[in-house]
């Protein structure tokens, strides 16, 4: 049992290194120019042992948004009754923001900003949670998935969380979640989609 506990805690270790690494690398050099090869120099492990914890570098740069992003669909998914899609993405904003800071938060930024590339495909990797976030606005006020409201309303959430994350605080400040779900709640207010309509 003890053993096994550190073999987790190692592999975590292992894959939290690969990650910085590849992160500082790709800020640093660009996306492209990084091969697998420096990623695994730089976190001190064989390029298969990259290889076993990441199948691209692609994986490696979106892992942790990816990762996010997975968690926000399955909870729009999974919601209880009686949640609102406005409840869920307040509850994993600040699930985001309570994770302890590993370090790579600023690095991340600072990769995404040096990497347009990676910023369009984190954007498309966002499609998926924005279509969850459709159906559960459209299910809320009781109109169809493919009204313009809903689909307006889980686009604009979408780019207001993901300023959110890329600002200088990232999500870490109370003041600018409330700025930014109380944003939400008055578009969709202004777009008529109030529950109660």
């Known amino acids: 049992m003890v053993e096994e506990g550190l073999r987790e805690r190692s592999k975590t ?25 420096d990623i695994a120099e730089r976190a001190e492990v064989a390029p298969r042992t990259v290889a076993m914890y990441f199948r691209t570098k692609q994986d490696i740069a979106l892992s942790r948004f990816s990762e996010g992003a997975d968690q926000l669909t399955d909870a729009l998914r999974d919601r209880r009754p009686g949640e609102t899609a406005l409840d869920i993405l307040g509850r994993w904003v600040r699930a985001e923001n309570a994770k302890p800071d590993d370090g790579n938060d600023e690095i991340e930024r600072c990769m995404f900003d040096a990497n347009p590339e990676l910023s369009a495909l984190r954007n498309a990797r966002l499609a998926a949670a924005v279509r969850e976030a459709t159906k559960a606005v459209a299910e809320d006020l009781g109109v169809a998935p493919d009204a313009l409201g809903p689909r307006i309303a889980a686009a604009a959430a979408a780019a207001v969380i993901m300023e959110l994350a890329d600002g200088p605080h990232g999500f870490g400040r109370e003041e600018d979640i409330v700025t930014a779900l109380d944003f939400i709640e008055a578009g969709l207010k202004s777009l008529g989609l109030t529950a109660g309509n």
């Open 13 to 37: 270790r292992r894959r939290a290194a690969i990650t910085r690494a590849a992160f500082e690398l790709f800020a640093e050099r660009g996306y492209d120019a990084t091969t697998v090869a």
